[in-house]
């Protein structure tokens, strides 16, 4: 069983197109993460939802739009995409909030490639 | 601005020897410390965490080393195997950030060699 899922795995788009990124968790989690991943492998997190609520909103481009319509679903939702948007993206759940709760489980990625 | 200094940036180790992958941070509100791994074309695994009040934690071939007066910490990868092959990370944590929010270093990618 796949504990956190995204899809598509790959993504490759023309400059200027919108596309969206899936994410589901299977673990019962509240809480949920988009991460980008650059070309250097930097981890940088964009969002998190705690029980459909937005509490983390990193500096990132208003294209870049999150929804998540039950806790169990997070999406990403990118409008005009720019070759600089191309990178890994990964979702992530946890539960919680203490230290010892609030372990990260990362999905597989999404590879979005911009051309 | 990068919280969590990680270095080096890449490691080359025969099989058997020891991997040592350091950590420094300036923020002494951090209290949680995890070490991620990433295999190539996967999502990062927690592998290990401590604590700062635990100068050492060990998992198996996985250690942890904390110096809190000196704001570091260190993975160490004992009798290191070529599947341990893969990108670490390790992160901090402070319990005023949002809901789990981790401060990422910039990895290192470790091979390991037959």
């Known amino acids: 069983d796949t504990a956190v899922s995204q899809t598509p795995k790959y993504l490759v788009t023309q400059m200027g197109n919108d596309k969206s990124i899936k994410c589901e968790q299977n673990?019962?989690?509240?809480?949920m993460y988009w991460y980008k991943q650059d070309s250097k492998k930097f981890l940088k997190i964009m969002f998190s939802?705690?029980?459909?609520?937005?509490?983390i909103n990193e500096t990132v481009p208003n294209r870049f739009s999150p929804k998540s319509p039950d806790k169990a679903h997070l999406n990403l939702h990118i409008n005009s995409l720019e070759l600089g948007d191309s990178a890994v993206y990964f979702c992530a759940s946890s539960q919680g909030r203490t230290s010892e709760e609030a372990e990260q489980y990362f999905g597989p990625g999404t590879r979005l490639t911009v051309t | 601005q990068q919280q969590v200094k990680q270095s080096p940036q890449s490691l080359i180790v025969q099989k058997g020897g020891i991997s040592i992958i350091n950590c420094a941070y300036e923020n002494t509100a951090f209290d949680y410390f995890p070490w991620y791994q990433q295999f190539p074309g996967k999502g990062p695994a927690l592998l290990i965490a401590?604590?700062?009040?635990?100068s050492e934690k060990k998992e198996g071939r996985f250690t942890i080393s904390f110096n809190k007066s000196a704001k570091q910490f260190s993975l160490h990868i004992m009798d290191s195997q070529p599947g341990d092959s893969a990108t670490y990370f390790c992160?901090?944590?402070?319990?005023?950030?949002?809901?789990?929010?981790?401060?990422f270093g910039a990895g290192t990618q470790v091979v390991v060699t037959p």
């Open positions: 992160a901090a944590r402070a319990p005023t950030d949002s809901w789990g929010k981790l401060q």
């Open positions: 401590i604590r700062p009040d635990v």
């Open positions: 939802y705690n029980n459909k609520e937005l509490i």
């Open positions: 673990l019962g989690h509240d809480t």
